[in-house]
């Protein structure tokens, strides 16, 4: 539960989803109307996870290569949404590892929720340079990221984790795509012709 979170950083994350984006009287000066954490899930395979659990967070959970739940990634209905995170292993295994920098000025392929992570921060801020600017809130940014996320692609690989792995699999295009909310115009007549009535 959220008590497991210590509550200093708590208040930290509600303090930052809240005033993240304005100045000191209120007024909206950045892209964004609050702002949104984002968290790695954690690397135990467990159905908990701190901080990641609070409701404040969108909570990542990790993919390997195949898009099956990475067999560290920690997994529960308080999962938003998931993203490639590489999976254990050397060789042929790690293929799907996620380049990373890491110390010494270098780089290397990683595994962990927290390789996740990235992909969906950085499909937040995709969305916030196109979309943001005065009256773009941060709860438009939470529905615009979690609602545009592929169910179908992540459940149809994962069907023993349905509503475990988030909303779906992060889609960067999805969630850029813009409707001009144009309604088809009504069918008015449907003709049907049959063509063949056998299969070989």
């Not at 990475?70 to 590489?86: L, Q, R, T």
């Not at 916030?128 to 773009?136: A, C, Q, R, T």
Request: net charge negative.
């Amino acid at each position: 539960n959220a008590s497991s979170t210590p509550e200093y950083m708590i208040e930290a994350i509600d303090y930052f989803n809240t005033y993240a984006g304005l100045n000191a009287d209120s007024v909206q000066v950045g892209p964004m109307h609050g702002g949104v954490t984002i968290f790695a899930a954690g690397n135990d395979n467990l159905s908990y996870g701190y901080p990641s659990m609070y409701e404040g967070n969108i909570s990542v959970s990790a993919t390997g290569p195949s898009g099956m739940k990475a067999s560290y990634s920690s997994f529960g209905s308080w999962v938003d949404i998931s993203a490639p995170g590489g999976e254990n292993g050397t060789g042929e295994e790690a293929r799907g590892n996620v380049m990373s920098t890491i110390t010494g000025n270098n780089f290397g392929a990683m595994s962990g929720t927290s390789m996740a992570c990235p992909h969906v921060s950085g499909v937040a801020a995709l969305i916030v340079s196109k979309f943001g600017g005065h009256g773009f809130t941060n709860q438009m940014l939470r529905d615009r990221l979690l609602s545009s996320a592929d169910s179908v692609k992540l459940y149809s690989v994962n069907p023993s984790k349905k509503g475990l792995m988030g909303k779906g699999m992060v889609d960067a295009y999805a969630a850029l795509y813009e409707d001009d909310a144009t309604i088809p115009t009504a069918v008015g007549t449907l003709d049907a012709e049959v063509l063949g009535t056998a299969i070989t």
